[in-house]
């Protein structure tokens, strides 16, 4: 089992900054891949960044060059720094956690950026 539970989520203007937080209820040194999801209201939910226990990283093409995952695995903690955000960057954002056999969700939080 891992809890995840996700900070950082606000109300910011467009070209301003957010920093994600997603805690986790348990080492994630093992966990293969860490993950930030969102959904837009009427949308499917969308992988937006992702990070395996090696380092390597993806993102999706909409905020490549803008938002940077990490992780610190002495913490727990998987982080989402978002830069230059954009209206179309408003949703609910959830941590996932992705154990190949099982993965686990936060409950999410949301991320409003006004134009």
């Known amino acids: 089992q891992v809890q995840l539970v996700e900070s950082g989520g606000g109300l910011v203007q467009a070209g301003g900054s957010l920093r994600l937080s997603c805690a986790a209820s348990?080492?994630?040194?093992?966990?293969?891949?860490m993950g930030w999801y969102r959904q837009a209201p009427g949308k499917q939910r969308e992988l937006v960044a992702s990070?395996?226990?090696?380092?390597?990283?993806i993102y999706a093409d909409s905020v490549k060059g803008r938002f940077t995952i990490s992780r610190d695995n002495a913490k727990n903690t998987v982080y989402l720094q978002m830069n230059s955000l954009k209206p179309e960057d408003t949703a609910v954002y959830y941590c996932?956690?992705?154990?190949?056999?099982?993965?686990?969700w936060g409950q999410g939080t949301q991320v409003t950026v006004s134009s």
């Open positions: 348990r080492s994630i040194f093992s966990i293969t891949y």
């Open positions: 996932n956690a992705n154990l190949l056999i099982r993965e686990y």
């Open positions: 990070i395996r226990n090696g380092g390597n990283t």
